[in-house]
């Protein structure tokens, strides 16, 4: 039985998720109760097709024992000098997850350049845990299709729900310098959703105050269908200076059960989660982006997706499995 077979057993009572909306500064892998007309789309950071066994798992489950990546922390070690092993000493939390992205960077901006067409749909096939059910955590898979150049969603018309064109013209003109990368970041997607009224939103704030804000706003820029490499590589480059980043130890598993690098900011930045953080989720081999991440950090009574859950409970997330250019709206690749 193939794994969109199952997944309906699954959720054979289960209504269509909603179309929710994250959100920088407040961002949570699935706003259930958010109001736009549609939600934001996720995306893998390259065309290549990305499947997964959606029916080996939900829950963060550790795969590795070992520090991930290769070069300094990997914690293999070197000759030494009078022909001994002279152990590498692995790198701090910030550095490793730094390092890491810098990696990434550097393998997605070799990726192709899609030639996406005014006439163009974007097709988007997921799957989602969490949102729509607090009660059910089951995985869900869904398609959407969405318009490529749609005039509702450009110039704000939609504050910061931006179409595939926006998204993918704006990563394509990102600047080098990652400063000016965050700058841009927040800029479309803002706090509040609507348009900023100054070129720098948060001029004037410590990088620690807006850790949170960067950190969300290009999450979301980095889920932008369809994707450009080289503005991927420069949101790597970007988010590799946020101060407390972190990356999870070892490999976790995203909603489709692959595994899946977890960045997140540490606890010395105040996101305003509570007991809970947001992970992005990124290929340990190829460095596209695969999904997001909502996990309790502690067990706690109340959840923003159900009644409870224990530390380590993924309590709501986003995989993407497939994305396309399709030539009309409800169409398959």
């Known amino acids: 039985m193939d794994e ?12 269509t998720p909603d179309r929710a909306r994250l959100a920088p500064g407040r961002r949570r892998l699935l706003d259930a109760a958010g109001t736009r007309k549609r939600r934001r789309l996720p995306a893998p950071g390259d065309w290549r097709v990305v499947s997964g066994a959606v029916a080996a798992g939900v829950t963060a489950v550790a795969l590795l024992s070992t520090s991930l990546g290769g070069g300094p922390g990997d914690g293999t070690g ?15 939390p910030q550095a490793r997850a730094s390092d890491l992205l810098r990696k990434a960077a550097t393998a997605v901006a070799a990726d192709s350049v899609p030639q996406p067409q005014s006439g163009d749909w974007v097709y ?10 607090p009660d059910d955590n089951s ?30 013209e704006y990563l394509a003109a990102l600047p080098e310098d990652p400063d000016a990368v965050l700058q841009k970041a927040r800029w479309f997607y803002p706090e509040d959703g609507d348009r ?3 070129e720098d939103p948060g001029a004037g704030r410590s990088d620690t105050e807006l850790a949170a804000w960067n950190f969300g706003s290009l999450g979301l820029l980095a889920g932008t269908v369809p994707n ?45 989660d509570g007991p809970f953080r947001d992970e992005l989720l990124i290929d340990p081999e190829t460095y596209t982006y695969l999904g997001t991440r909502y996990i309790a950090t ?4 109340q959840s923003r997706y159900g009644p409870a859950a224990e530390e380590g409970d993924v309590v709501a997330g986003t995989a993407v499995l497939s994305t396309a250019l399709v030539d009309d709206d409800g169409e398959r690749p």
């Open 298 to 301: 502690e067990d706690t009574d």
């Open 124 to 133: 988007v096939r997921e799957v989602r845990v969490g949102g729509s059910e």
């Open 196 to 198: 900023p009224d100054t």
């Open 78 to 92: 070197t000759p030494a000098a009078d022909g001994g092993v002279q152990t590498a000493q692995p790198l701090v």
């Open 4 to 15: 969109m077979s199952k997944l309906r057993e699954w959720r054979a009572d289960a209504p």
């Open 228 to 272: 450009h490499p080289r503005g991927q590589a420069r949101i790597y480059e970007a988010m590799a200076t946020i101060p407390g980043l972190r990356v999870a130890d070892t490999t976790v598993m995203d909603p489709a059960g692959r595994r899946a690098l977890a960045f997140y900011l540490g606890d010395e930045v105040d996101a305003d």
């Open 139 to 168: 995985p869900n898979v869904s398609e959407s299709w969405f318009e490529y150049a749609d005039p509702e969603f450009e110039d704000w018309n939609e504050g910061d729900d931006h179409s595939p064109r926006e998204g993918f």
